[in-house]
Each structure stands twice: as C-alpha cells, then as structure tokens.
C-alpha cells in the first residue's frame, strides 16, 4: 500500500488544486471517440509486464497531467478558429491590467465580440477572505487530555461530517492536535487544518475554509459542535476549534467608481473578464483593464504554447535514467524537428536538448508580415502536431513507463484487452503497484 500512497498523495498535492477549466467537460461524441481511441490502443498494445518503482507512478501522472494541459490550452486557441483559420486561432484576444499586484484578469469571452477598444476601471478596497478557527495554544510535550473515545459534529451549508478520534495515555497535546488536523485535511471537505505556534512555543490547531465570503443568509461557513457526552465537551473545550477566530468577509471593489462585492476573490464581469482580485489597491489607484496589441497577444500565444511543450520535454530530462522518458522526448521533440526550418525562419529555435526558444523580434516581425499568412499556417502545423502526441499520451500515459516485452499479439487476429487501459487507474488503487 505504501507505493499507492506515494501515487495518490503525489497527485493531490502536485495537481488537485490545480482546477478545471471549460475545456475539461465533453460532449457525447468527445468521449466516444476518446473511447474508440482507447480500443484501438488496446488492440494494437503487445503484452507487457510493467517494472514498478517509486517513479512510475508519478512519471504517468506527470505525462497525463502535462497532455492535458496541453490539449486544454489547443484547445483554448482552436476555439477562436471555428473554421480552423490558423491566423485567428493565435489572434486570441487576451486581456491585461496596469496593476497586475492588485487585480489580474484573464479574458473567457469570445474573440467574435471582443472590442479592442472595450476597457474599464477597477479598484480594490479589500479582499474576500475565510473563516478561521483557531483553537487554544497547549504545550505541546504536556498531555492535557484524559485518554478516551470522542467525536465532534463539523457541519458547513452543504452537509454535516461526524469526526471521531481516540485519545491513548501516550498521546501529547501535539500527536492529538496533528491527529485531527489529518482527520478534517483527509476528509477533503474544503478545509485546511494547520497547526500555528506563539512566541512560548506552544502549538494551537487552526482550520480555515477554502471558500470566502459570507452571503446575507448564511451565519457561518463551518461549523465545530462536540458531541453531547461530557468527555468530547471536555476535550473539545480543550482544544478550543469550535469558536470562530475570524469570520469570513466578501471582497469590495469599485467598477468604474461604482461599489460591487464578491463572496470571492475571482468573479467575471459581463461573461468575458474573469477577474482575480490580488491586494488592496495602493493609494486607491485604480486598474485599467483592457485588451494587449494584436502582435503582443499573437506574440504571447505563441509563447504560451511553446510553454506547454518545453514542460513536456522538461517532464522527460526530470526522469532521465528512471524511465524510458527517451520515448516521450522522441516523440515531442519529432513534432519540432518536423518543421525544424520553417519554425526557425518565424523564430522558434529549437535547443539541443530538444526545446524551443523564441526570438520575439524575429516572432513579430514575421506575424505582422504582408506574406503572414505562411507563418500562421507553421504555427498551425505546429500546434496540430503537438496536439495529436498530446492525445496519444493523454490516452495511454502508461505506454512512456519503464516495461519487459512478453510478446506481440497475433496480427489480423487481435482484440481488445478489456484491462489495459485500466493501468493508469490501478497505480492508485492497485495493491501492486
């Protein structure tokens, strides 16, 4: 079980938190033609016996994570390019702020309706922050609990959680308060349990909410009750986690000199910017959002796809000499060296180690060109390619792992092997992996 710990626990600390975006949701046809990619893999995968270690789980992870991060940005830029127009797909429009400390935007509408003209003001007076319960601080080698069996209610707007725990005669203040602080974290319910210490030493256990905010008909975000028995009244008393430190208060900003709040920090305005509110605005200045110059925008979309594809080739150097990360960089780097020369007259270098770097002069100078539409249709190239192997890994991430040959399958006479894509799924579940 150790192996799938080190998987899962790779996986929720390095990506979970990441998010989706609109481009992680399907359609019916989407997913069928992802499952008809995944028969045709299995039909055509030769048996194999997978060599286990501590990276293999990870290094598939890594591959999966980082493919869909590149289908999902493809996919952002092909979404601007409904008729598959190369010059529009790297035309996305993409939004900035003048002060980038104190509010940041991201631009989600369409580039149909964008007005590159279109602006506006934004200035932040405070930010949306959470609910924190801080308990008592306790010396943390003193044992002030009495040895037992308790439980306490947590209960939030949505649901109600039962927690219980026990308490040995070894226990310290410190092993029973890191013992809850993993029980509300493990739980996954939106909490963040951490222990904060004073100036004497002594450690308190804090939670805080991961949403902000508090609407006009909501008293609490969560909520900390001991169970009715003395012993969980006492030890709760003890800990102290059921009085609210902090209340959680909605952001509060000015649009164009007018007040709006927010229960968060991220909200959009009319459907199209999607807004983060970062610090209060220094000297109540205000933030001008509006949209980047065509060659910048152009200039920066290229940047960020080239991005996504230098992480993959990172992703291989990171697992040199663990697993045979040598595929991975033969098949990301081919798509490169399939336009090597035309991608370097555009300037996108490729490196020795199989990157690319972009000489932005050179980037600029060729999109704004009379013959620009040679260079777009490149790029295009480029991007399909990319995202046709991001595909292939996203699908089979297992196929890039360390692996014996047992044997090929019989061709003409192959069929699918209902398991196999299960492999994936297995690193976290799996007792043997």
């Known amino acids: 079980m150790a192996v799938i710990d080190s998987a899962y626990q790779y996986y929720l600390s390095t990506y979970a938190g990441s998010g989706t975006s609109r481009y992680d949701t399907h359609k019916k046809s989407q997913l069928r033609a992802v499952y008809n990619n995944i028969v045709k893999v299995n039909k055509d995968s030769p048996l194999y016996k997978i060599n286990f270690t501590r990276d293999t789980g990870r290094f598939a992870i890594d591959i999966k994570e980082q493919a869909r991060s590149i289908e999902n940005f493809i996919a952002a830029l092909s979404n601007n390019a409904p008729d598959d127009n190369a010059e529009h797909a790297f035309s996305r429009k993409i939004a900035q702020s003048s002060d980038e400390d104190a509010v940041s935007v991201q631009y989600i509408g369409s580039n149909m309706d964008a007005d590159n003209s279109k602006q506006f003001d934004v200035t932040v007076e405070r930010l949306a922050t959470p609910q924190v319960n801080r308990g008592v601080y306790l010396a943390p080698g003193a044992s002030d609990f009495v040895p037992g069996n308790y439980s306490f ?142 060659t910048d925008a152009i200039a920066d979309n290229v940047q960020s796809l080239v991005n996504v594809y230098n992480n993959m080739i990172q992703l291989g150097h990171n697992y040199h000499g663990s697993q045979e990360s040598g595929k991975l960089l033969h098949d990301m780097e081919s798509v490169a060296k399939s336009y090597f020369n035309e991608l370097e007259s555009i300037g996108l270098n490729l490196q020795q180690d199989g990157s ?36 292939q890994a996203s699908i089979d991430p297992i196929s890039y792992v360390s692996k014996v040959l047992i044997a090929y399958k019989n061709p003409g006479h192959n069929f699918a092997a209902a398991y196999h894509s299960s492999v994936y799924s297995g690193l976290m579940l799996d007792t043997y992996c």
């Open 356 to 391: 690319i770097h972009i000489d932005k002069s050179l980037l600029t100078d060729a999109v704004s060109a009379p013959d620009a539409r040679e260079s777009f249709h490149t790029l295009n190239n480029f991007k399909n390619g990319l995202q046709r192997k991001a595909t």
């Open 153 to 294: 209610d947590l209960n939030t707007n949505l649901s109600s959680y039962e927690f219980q725990y026990t308490i040995s005669g070894r226990d310290t203040n410190e092993t029973v308060q890191r013992k809850i602080m993993r029980l509300i974290n493990n739980a996954n319910i939106g909490l963040n349990a951490t222990l904060v210490s004073n100036d004497r030493g002594q450690n308190a256990l804090s939670i805080t909410s991961q949403q902000t905010g508090l609407s006009d008909n909501e008293q609490y975000l969560f909520e900390i009750m001991p169970a009715p028995d003395s012993g969980s009244i006492r030890a709760m008393r003890t800990l102290g986690i059921n009085d609210i430190t902090e209340m959680p208060v909605n952001s509060l900003f000015l649009l164009n000199g007018t007040e709006h709040s927010s229960l968060s920090n991220t909200f959009t305005v009319n459907n199209a910017f999607e807004l983060t509110l970062k610090a209060p605005s220094a000297g109540g200045e205000t933030a001008t959002i509006g949209f980047k110059a065509d």
